[in-house]
């Protein structure tokens, strides 16, 4: 089985990811990681060198490669790899495939991400926090509709990373 976590950057993808398969006793990767390591650099140089249509290609091909495999595995995608292409209709019919959307309340996304600004090159720019409730905000009104595709939608707000593996859980039984 292949447990893909899906959601907005600073939901807890990573975070959760790796307990749950720390948890199942098998392998976790971060797609973005994993396309970093295949193109042999990081994904803004991947970016700045040749441009997001190559990227989403690569993204999209290195998902199939991951969702293709026979070994269990805990993926996190990137915030918008549910979004581009077939990625999502690809996890949606793949039988060993269970997908979770990470689901977290915008005005939480923007506390946790506020001051992780300077490593997401995204939301780099914005100053001030009133400026990133509005962009997560359009964000998540363009990618819902990819993001509640997913097998299951779990709320995490205020939830501890137990409690959140305890719902993963047992919807895995």
């Known amino acids: 089985m292949i447990i ?55 993204e999209t091909e290195y998902l199939k490669e991951l969702v293709n495999s026979s070994q269990p595995i805990v993926l996190a995608l990137g915030g918008g790899t549910p979004c581009y292409g077939n990625n999502m209709t690809l996890l949606t019919e793949t039988s060993h495939v269970v997908s979770f959307y990470l689901k977290l309340s915008i005005p939480l996304l923007a506390k946790r991400l506020f001051n992780e600004r300077d490593t997401r090159p995204l939301i780099s720019h ?21 993001y509640s595709k997913s097998d299951f939608t779990l709320q995490t707000d205020y939830k501890s990373e137990q409690e959140i593996l305890e719902d993963l859980m047992s919807h895995l039984v």
């Not at 914005?126 to 990819?146: N, P, S, V, W």
């Open 126 to 146: 914005l100053e001030i926090e009133a400026e990133l409730l509005e962009f997560i905000g359009k964000h998540l009104f363009e990618r819902t509709q990819y």
């Open 4 to 58: 893909v976590l899906i959601g907005y950057m600073g939901s807890g993808k990573s975070t959760i990811g790796k307990a749950l398969a720390t948890k199942l006793n098998c392998k976790f990767l971060d797609l973005d990681d994993y396309i970093s390591d295949k193109e042999n650099t990081s994904i803004s140089n991947l970016f700045k060198k040749k441009g997001e249509i190559y990227f989403r290609k690569k």
